[in-house]
């Protein structure tokens, strides 16, 4: 109930490119979804986050969709960059709980 | 980057010791969160502190304790150090608790982590 299924755990991608990394959770209390994008040795960083009162939230080159009868998301990253090299973390939160539950990362690999 | 800082960047302690991680919020934020992120693995939710007060605690055993200072700023302390204790320690701030009854959940933002080595 409080998982948060995120694939695939690797992904290469040629610059220019599209990447889409897919998350799914059971627990209908979450009312936050945001995407974490890390480096390595570094903290994660807020990329993008969306409620489930949307189906899709776009920032530049990254896209969320949301899907709520499916209880999934997607994050999708046009024109890809070798620069977009990290790990992406999918997370939720909602109900009684403040705290955030993580996905186990996807590390994405651009080549140039 | 965001406004968090966390002390030590690194740190090398051996099974049995005792640990104390510092964490600087960003300014505005009234709220700690620690997580604990195993090699290769997602954030763990450790506990979340509000008021200096503990709002919340995840999987962990009481070894593991925490404080929060007027200042917002907050420690995170580890007794009895075990092997699998070794992991980057992430504090994360924010504006509101996201209780239940919370007005809106905020965005967490993250320090860079403290690496902990056990031998």
């Not at chain 1, 695939?8 to 959770?25: H, M």
């Not at chain 2, 999987?59 to 580890?78: C, D």
Request: glycine share 10%; charged share 15%.
């Amino acid at each position: 109930q409080q998982q948060v299924k995120q694939s695939p755990q690797s992904l290469i991608v040629q610059k220019g490119g599209i990447s889409i990394i897919n998350c799914a959770y059971e627990n209908t209390a979450f009312d936050y979804f945001p995407w974490y994008q890390q480096f390595p040795g570094k903290g994660p960083a807020l990329l993008i986050a969306i409620r489930p009162d949307v189906s899709e939230k776009k920032e530049g080159r990254f896209t969320i969709s949301f899907n709520k009868s499916a209880k999934q998301f997607s994050l999708h990253i046009m024109d890809s960059q070798p620069g977009d090299s990290a790990t992406y973390f999918c997370a939720a939160t909602g109900g009684s709980q403040g705290n955030l539950i993580f996905g186990k990362g996807t590390k994405l690999s651009v080549k140039p | 980057e965001t406004g968090v800082t966390q002390s030590p960047t690194h740190l090398i302690k051996t099974r049995g010791q005792q640990v104390t991680l510092r964490c600087s919020s960003q300014s505005g934020h009234n709220t700690v969160s620690w997580y604990q992120q195993a090699l290769g693995q997602g954030p763990q939710f450790i506990f979340q502190y509000y008021r200096e007060e503990e709002n919340g605690r995840g999987n962990f055993p009481p070894r593991f304790s925490g404080l929060q200072f007027p200042n917002y700023s907050s420690e995170l302390n580890v007794n009895a150090l075990e092997l699998d204790d070794s992991a980057l320690y992430l504090c994360a701030s924010s504006r509101n608790p996201g209780l239940a009854g919370g007005i809106f959940k905020d965005t967490q933002y993250f320090g860079p982590g403290t690496r902990l080595t056990v031998l």
